[in-house]
């Protein structure tokens, strides 16, 4: 359909993806000013005799009626047209800029149980709308979810309407249904047998919860002899939070929480304070602003650069002697090599080395800076990270600027310039947030090569930036890649 116009005004762009119910692509609206972006999905009757096709369409309309009703909340996408054309049936809606919440879980790695209790709250919060219009998504997982370019996230992709794909109708005009609609691992029981309950969408956001807090994807999770999910012992996590989880996740969906807005009132009395959100207006590029849901300090999830500062705290040595000493003489430089990554950087000699090595964050080694009073809370340090990637640099500077919005509360960031980094092309972004109590600025580089990214993030108090910038301005130009 690449081309096509759509009912004389939806131009096909982009194809998304296709799946068992059909076809879903961008699509350009001709009629409104500046041709906005759209989503298109085509649905495809399973057949198409005359008793199928009817009863197609009733599901059809009933669907986008059902549609047109939610979209009026903030956080659904808004239904644009609902088409017919040539036995086909096509959904038109509002295209929602942003990333979906898969990329938020990577495999591997656990999140933090304020982050699990924010994003489970933030998921209800929305479903509890949807549950109040008598409504099942029957479809919730993270590849659902969309985080808005606001922060807030976004329920998309309604199961009620692959109905259409899946349905049977007998000679006596009686509909069945041949799939079951949903995703494993966050498809109860009840729902996997073609009967869903409220409590069925409840249980996939439980799912989404357990998955955050473990790394662990939830169709690799052990069951005991009674069906419920094994995963406690792959968390840490508090008694509270988990009895809650596991009541969400009862194999009995009439053990768990009968809809999104009891689990909701369950997680807001264990820690009210710990899972409300504050506005902050993130700079990304020029003079743009946005305005980003942020988590406080202490709600915001493990990333690589929160990581490094953690590193950076536990680094935090007095070392004033050294500092005393650098006033009378040049400073001497080391050589650091790791022959596994192909890499070197020379660092001074005053500041202290600690290699990492982590696996999940990519980074191999911290260079921190000498403390210069007993008042320096915050050490300057310097960290080399060499990830896998595969992409453009200006793909992995959007995913970059998305991660420091996500997580650095009042993130400032400047507009991407760029730079060279050991000889190659490289982009510079420099940034600011805070960390707790440190008012924090970073200067971060990075450059690519085959199938790996060269990360290097200098990071200090925003007050004392600049007094050791010379200094990692020279340990940058100093590095190389075999």
């Given at each position: 359909?690449l081309?096509?116009?759509?009912?004389?005004?939806?131009?096909i762009?982009?194809?998304?993806?296709?799946g068992?119910?059909?076809?879903t692509?961008?699509?350009e609206d001709?009629?409104r000013?500046?041709?906005?972006?759209?989503v298109v999905?085509q649905?495809?009757?399973?057949?198409?005799?005359?008793?199928?096709?009817?009863?197609?369409?009733?599901l059809?309309?009933?669907?986008?009626?059902i549609l047109?009703?939610?979209?009026?909340?903030?956080q659904?996408?808004r239904?644009?047209a609902?088409?017919?054309?040539?036995e086909?049936?096509?959904l038109?809606?509002?295209?929602?800029?942003g990333h979906?919440?898969?990329?938020?879980?990577?495999?591997?790695?656990q999140?933090?149980e304020?982050?699990a209790?924010?994003i489970?709250?933030?998921?209800?919060e929305?479903?509890?709308f949807v549950?109040?219009?008598?409504?099942i998504?029957?479809?919730?997982?993270?590849?659902?979810?969309?985080?808005?370019?606001d922060?807030k996230?976004?329920l998309?992709?309604?199961?009620?309407v692959?109905q259409?794909?899946?349905?049977v109708v007998n000679?006596q005009?009686?509909?069945?249904?041949t799939?079951?609609?949903?995703?494993?691992?966050?498809?109860?029981?009840?729902q996997?047998?073609c009967?869903?309950?409220?409590?069925?969408d409840?249980?996939?956001?439980g799912m989404?919860?357990?998955q955050?807090?473990?790394?662990i994807?939830?169709?690799?999770?052990?069951k005991d002899s009674?069906g419920?999910v094994?995963?406690?012992?792959?968390a840490?996590?508090?008694?509270?939070?988990?009895?809650?989880?596991?009541?969400?996740?009862r194999y009995?969906?009439?053990?768990?929480?009968?809809?999104?807005?009891?689990?909701?009132?369950?997680?807001?009395a264990?820690?009210p304070?710990?899972?409300?959100?504050?506005?902050?207006?993130?700079?990304?590029?020029?003079?743009?602003?946005?305005t980003?849901?942020?988590?406080?300090p202490?709600e915001r999830s493990p990333t690589?650069?929160?990581?490094?500062l953690?590193?950076?705290?536990?680094?935090?040595?007095?070392?004033?002697?050294?500092?005393?000493?650098?006033?009378?003489?040049?400073?001497n430089?080391l050589?650091?090599?790791?022959?596994?990554?192909g890499i070197k950087?020379?660092?001074p000699?005053?500041?202290?080395r600690r290699?990492?090595?982590n696996?999940?964050?990519?980074?191999l080694?911290a260079?921190?800076?000498?403390?210069?009073?007993?008042?320096?809370k915050?050490?300057?340090k310097?960290?080399?990270?060499?990830?896998?990637?595969?992409?453009t640099l200006?793909?992995?500077?959007?995913?970059?600027t998305k991660?420091?919005?996500r997580?650095?509360?009042?993130?400032?960031?400047?507009?991407?310039?760029?730079t060279t980094?050991?000889?190659?092309?490289?982009y510079?972004?420099?940034?600011?947030?805070?960390?707790?109590?440190?008012?924090l600025?970073?200067?971060?580089?990075?450059t690519?090569?085959?199938?790996?990214?060269?990360?290097?993030?200098?990071?200090?108090?925003i007050d004392?930036?600049n007094?050791?910038i010379?200094?990692?301005q020279?340990?940058?130009?100093?590095f190389?890649?075999d």
């Open positions: 359909m081309g096509q116009k759509l009912s004389g005004r939806y131009q762009i982009q194809h998304l993806g296709e068992a119910f059909g076809v692509f961008v699509a001709m009629q000013p500046g041709n906005p972006k759209c999905k649905f495809q009757a399973k057949n198409t005799d005359p008793h199928t096709l009817r009863e197609a369409r009733r059809f309309d009933n669907e986008a009626k047109e009703k939610l979209g009026n909340h903030d659904i996408p239904l644009l609902d088409i017919q054309e040539n086909e049936f096509y038109v809606q509002e295209f929602i800029e979906d919440l898969s990329e938020e879980l990577p495999k591997g790695k999140l933090s304020a982050y209790i924010e489970l709250q933030h998921i209800l929305v479903l509890a549950h109040h219009h008598e409504i998504h029957r479809d919730i997982k993270p590849s659902n979810i969309r985080r808005r370019q922060g996230i976004v998309i992709d309604f199961g009620a692959k259409i794909s899946t349905q000679y005009g009686q509909t069945s249904f799939v079951a609609i949903g995703t494993f691992g966050y498809m109860p029981s009840e996997a047998s009967n869903p309950q409220f409590s069925s409840v249980y996939a956001v989404i919860g357990i955050a807090l473990t790394g994807f939830p169709s690799n999770l052990p009674q419920e094994v995963w406690r012992n792959q840490q996590v508090s008694q509270q939070l988990a009895d809650i989880i596991d009541k969400m996740v009995d969906f009439r053990q768990r929480y009968h809809s999104a807005s009891e689990a909701l009132q369950a997680l807001r264990i820690a304070s710990r899972t409300k959100a504050h506005n902050q207006t993130t700079v990304i590029s020029g003079s743009s602003t946005v980003a849901t942020t988590p406080t202490q690589k650069f929160m990581i490094g953690a590193i950076a705290a536990v680094l935090a040595i007095s070392i004033g002697y050294w500092y005393l000493f650098l006033g009378s003489k040049p400073e430089f050589t650091y090599a790791n022959s596994n990554v950087m020379k660092y000699q005053s500041w202290q290699d990492i090595d696996l999940i964050t990519g980074e080694v260079f921190v800076s000498p403390k210069q009073s007993d008042a320096d915050f050490q300057e310097l960290t080399i990270s060499v990830e896998d990637f595969s992409g200006e793909d992995f500077s959007d995913t970059s991660d420091i919005i997580h650095l509360v009042k993130a400032q960031i400047q507009k991407p310039s760029e980094l050991a000889n190659k092309a490289a510079k972004l420099i940034y600011t947030g805070q960390d707790g109590e440190n008012n600025k970073s200067m971060q580089l990075f690519l090569r085959g199938d790996k990214a060269y990360v290097i993030t200098y990071t200090a108090a004392n930036y007094d050791f010379q200094t990692a020279t340990m940058i130009k100093s190389e890649i």
